[in-house]
């Protein structure tokens, strides 16, 4: 977190500009490709077909991510009584685009005592999906942002799914090394973010972001961030319940199926709305850190509730409460 607000001061005080910024877009470019090809050689194949025997999971997660997100987001877009530029709308509604996260999912998963292997798949699997349909999404509800012309079609590819397809063929001789250095590789993962993350504000702060971004739309924003993470818990609560699923299935469904992937959200949106990426993923950025902290607390409840065996119905309460408690958090 503490980096993430380093990277948009930085760029506030010292955008890039002219050659600069050329240099650093190039940089973003490798940096998206190096995010995506480490992606590709880190997903075990053998991993992801095991854990098909948890359909019902994932296809709740999924239809979490897809379905009742970008549900959200268009009424987000239409309906919101609160103060929002054009902009941040578009971006409240990519973010409902975005796939789940696998780290912090998984992370979560596992302190709140849940089946971390299934998260490891359903996190696996929406980023799978995001790569296909995120971009699809973007076009069909965002229009002319998103640059899925042939042009912007060939680039996805270029930047995104040519890294994974070919780390996912190189797995079998660099995924081993890359197993044993995951700490070591860990700074190049985050490093790769946080220069997306210096490019996009940097191109922002050029146009002018701080005129845009008021105190006042700062706070609207986050309250639609708040309703937003407060209705898709319950809803994933809610399905959890509707399926039957145990309480560890249970609170990995609840956990893939309310968050969104700042890793995979960032370097898609560069490649979809190049310049403009800026101000679209500052919603993303500000939901990435609401969802950790109510993610932790309800990790933290749920751990402690797990010598007390709950079924799926308390999984549910336990998430509801926390959603209907989050305006008091925020």
């Known amino acids: 977190m503490a980096a993430l607000a380093g990277a948009v001061l930085l760029a506030a005080l010292l955008p890039a500009t002219g050659r600069a910024a050329r240099g650093a877009d190039l940089a973003c470019d490798l940096a998206v490709g190096l995010l995506f090809f480490l992606y590709g050689a880190r997903l075990s194949a053998r991993e992801t077909v095991a854990g098909l025997r948890h359909l019902r999971l994932h296809g709740l997660v999924l239809v979490c ?29 990519f973010l409902c685009l975005v796939p789940s996260t696998v780290q912090s999912s998984v992370a979560l998963t596992g302190a709140a005592r849940g089946n971390v292997p299934a998260a490891i798949c359903a996190g696996t699997y929406s980023s799978l999906a995001g790569l296909v349909l995120t971009p699809l999404l973007a076009a069909w509800l965002l229009g002319a942002r998103a640059a899925l012309s042939a042009d912007g079609l060939v680039r996805i590819c270029a930047q995104l799914l040519a890294p994974f397809v070919v780390g996912q063929l190189l797995r079998p001789w660099i995924g081993a090394f890359l197993s044993r250095h995951r700490r070591v590789l860990t700074p190049v993962d985050r490093g790769s973010i946080l220069l997306v993350v210096y490019t996009a504000f940097s191109s922002a702060v050029e146009q002018g972001i701080w005129h845009t971004v008021t ?46 992937s700042l890793a995979g959200g960032l370097p898609m949106a560069t490649v979809l709305f190049g310049p403009q990426a800026g101000l679209l993923v500052l919603p993303l950025m500000m939901y990435h850190q609401l969802q950790l902290v109510v993610g932790t607390l309800l990790a933290g409840r749920w751990a402690r509730s797990a010598t007390d065996g709950p079924t799926a119905p308390a999984v549910e309460e336990e ?8 305006p008091e958090l925020a």
Not at 68 to 89: C, D, K, M, S, Y
Not at 237 to 257: E, P, T
Not at 319 to 326: D, H, L, P
């Open 215 to 260: 105190p006042t739309v700062l706070l609207g924003l986050a309250a639609v961030l708040v309703l937003l993470l407060a209705t898709t818990l319950a809803c994933a609560a809610l399905g959890v319940r509707l399926l039957g699923l145990d309480r560890a299935s249970g609170i990995a469904a609840v956990l893939c199926g309310s968050q969104k």
């Open 65 to 93: 991510t897809f379905v009742v997100f970008p549900l959200f987001g268009v009424a987000t877009a239409i309906l919101t009584p609160v103060p929002l530029t054009e902009q941040v709308r578009a971006g409240v509604l």
């Open 319 to 326: 998430a509801v409460g926390t959603a209907r408690a989050s």
